[in-house]
């Protein structure tokens, strides 16, 4: 580089001029400038001026306002976009509308519009897509770590093993922040197409939900809002015994069998709570039942649900079978395997139920069709809806409702009924005055 030509330059910018010898003339102080050291000081200022224009600053930022321009007879629009963790950004297209319904400043109006909807103008837009990207496998860890051990035993199985089946292989690294409905509806399609049951594919739904959730919870951030297009869940009534076929059952079972259908069909207990009873639950002298654990998979645990803790109350037939059947044992499991463990539950219905059903020529059921059984018996006794949500241990008649079924024989008598009321002579009087009124 020539001196003179850097000299000029810096005559240009600064109200000092250099002679042309290179001195300051205003302090007499001597400063030589030689090709090399010009040469330097111009590398150093383009390094700097390199460096600032290096990584991503909101305050040199003024606002973007697009780019609108004609395609055929639409309008579509870009703008640039921050996405966290990656350091280009994104440009996305968007179609404003057609040519014919909208002017091109009204396409800029309605580009502005989106823009400032997504608020790539503002800081804290930088300030997120600056941040470390949150992935999925770090929330799911972190929720396994600290929010899976304070829910039932049995979640505490089945929820990490549909989450390394399910739900990881396809979320994995994938920023939480860029997770959209598109995302979602097209992981669902993969669940589908591996053959996965509409029930199953909501159950894992809800497992991917309530961790991101949960997550956001932990941030001080509202819950996320998609909109999945899960698959049809089919209208199958849930399989329950009628009376009939519990008195049926109970009957033809043996032992301590015998004991516990009649307790299923009589109590509405759910398996697990069955199955974790103790002989010193049984306040056979005031006729109920203690239930305050349930055991799944053979780990003794809490109830269910917080509502799954309560006195259930047993009728006299129940107390005289219970009592016989106790033969004054105090202590220990009501019912239990040959070498002391808790039953279980598919054992039950493997190796008992389902054989004796067969046998007896009835539909086979879980024991879960005792519980509903149960519920169904009591409402079409009329029982008040809260007595039976309190013994059945639901937190909600809601849920009480789903567990409601009649028989065929019922929903006649039940309709006979109504016609004897508005065949009521009072009725038919009270309608005819009203009309010749």
């Known amino acids: 580089m020539n001196p003179a030509k850097f000299a000029g330059k810096e005559n240009a910018a600064s109200p000092q001029p250099l002679s042309s010898q290179g001195q300051q003339a205003s302090t007499g ?18 390094r700097i001026r390199q460096q600032r224009k290096v990584g991503r600053s909101m305050s040199k930022r003024s606002g973007q306002s697009g780019s609108v321009r004609l395609v055929g007879s639409k309008w579509y629009g870009r703008y640039w976009r921050d996405v966290p963790g990656k350091e280009t950004r994104e440009h996305p297209l968007v179609i404003l509308g057609e040519k014919s319904s909208m002017t091109k400043p009204e396409a800029r109006r309605k580009l502005m519009d989106i823009i400032e909807t997504e608020g790539v103008n503002k800081p804290q837009h930088l300030e997120r897509a600056l941040k470390p990207v949150v992935t999925f496998n770090s929330i799911a860890d972190a929720w396994e770590a600290k929010r ?12 990490p093993y549909r989450l390394r089946s399910h739900v990881r292989p396809f979320f994995a690294s994938m920023a939480i922040e860029g997770i959209r409905t598109g995302t979602v509806n097209d992981w669902i399609r993969t669940l589908t197409a591996k053959g996965l049951e509409p029930k199953t594919v909501h159950n894992v739904w809800k497992d991917f939900r309530a961790i991101v959730n949960w997550h956001r919870k932990q941030m001080d951030e509202p819950k996320v809002t998609w909109y999945p297009d899960l698959p049809a869940l089919p209208d199958e009534e849930q399989r329950w015994f009628t009376q009939a076929e519990i008195r049926q059952i109970v009957d033809a079972a043996t032992g301590q069998y015998k004991v516990l259908f009649h307790l299923a069909g009589y109590t509405g207990l759910r398996s697990g709570e069955l199955v974790g009873l103790r002989v010193e ?50 202590t220990g499991r009501l019912f239990q395997s040959r070498v002391g463990t808790p039953l279980e539950n598919r054992d039950i219905c493997r190796r008992v139920l389902t054989p004796l059903c067969e046998k007896l020529g009835i539909r086979p059921g879980g024991m879960h069709a005792f519980r509903h059984g149960r519920v169904s018996h009591m409402q079409a006794s009329m029982m008040p809806g809260d007595f039976v949500k309190n013994q059945i241990g639901h937190s909600s008649l809601r849920i009480t409702s ?24 009072d009725l038919y009087t009270i309608a005819n005055q009203a009309k010749a009124s």
């Not at 304070?150 to 929820?159: E, G, R, T």
């Not at 349930?294 to 037939?317: L, Q, Y």
């Open 402 to 425: 789903n567990y409601t079924h009649f028989e065929h024989g019922q929903k006649r008598e039940m309709v006979e009924k109504l016609l004897s009321c508005t065949q009521s002579t």
């Open 29 to 46: 102080a001597s400063v030589t400038v030689t090709a090399g050291t010009a040469d330097a000081m111009v590398s150093a200022a383009t």
């Open 281 to 330: 639950d049984l306040k056979l002298e005031d006729g109920v039942i203690e239930v305050r654990r349930a055991v799944w998979n053979g780990i003794e645990g809490d109830t269910k649900t917080k509502s799954g803790k309560r006195n259930v109350f047993i009728d006299s037939a129940t107390i005289q079978l219970l009592h016989t059947f106790l033969a004054g044992r105090q």
């Open 148 to 159: 899976l051990p304070l829910l039932h035993n049995s979640s505490k199985v089945i929820i």
